[in-house]
């Protein structure tokens, strides 16, 4: 099993910036898609910013040139530098991670297995 832990979320003043981090948890975890999303009350969960597995970046138009979305393979850990914080951007952050992991049969064998997973949510506000 691999699980997202997010941290960094908070609150900060308009124009502020924020630093996400989330880690995948597991045993041999290779990354291969990565994400953020976000969700405000009575909306629904919007794409933020996604790594592709050849680690290009993608963004949200209402994000670019603010938000950066990084990884670091050795850590396992997917990152969202937010600068310029916005009202508009507050909301429930979450991560979203694919690729495989070592996991071990009934025997003890080990073999690579496919994750997909989210995290449990970070709390961004940003106050005007």
């Known amino acids: 099993q691999v699980q997202l832990v997010e941290s960094g979320g908070g609150l900060v003043q308009t124009g502020g910036s924020l630093r996400l981090s989330c880690v995948a948890t597991?045993?041999?975890?290779?990354?291969?898609?990565a994400g953020w999303y976000r969700q405000s009350p009575g909306k629904e969960r919007e794409l933020v910013a996604a790594?592709?597995?050849?680690?290009?970046?993608n963004y949200a138009d209402a994000v670019k040139g603010r938000f950066t979305i990084s990884r670091d393979n050795v850590s396992n850990t997917v990152y969202l530098e937010m600068n310029s914080l916005r009202p508009e951007d507050t909301a429930v952050y979450y991560c979203?991670?694919?690729?495989?992991?070592?996991?071990?049969?009934?025997?003890?064998?080990?073999?690579?297995?496919?994750?997909?997973?989210w995290g449990q949510g970070t709390q961004v506000t940003v106050s005007s």
């Open positions: 790594l592709t597995v050849n680690g290009a970046p």
């Open positions: 597991g045993s041999n975890v290779r990354i291969r898609l």
């Open positions: 979203s991670a694919s690729g495989v992991y070592r996991n071990y049969g009934l025997s003890g064998a080990a073999y690579e297995a496919d994750f997909g997973s």
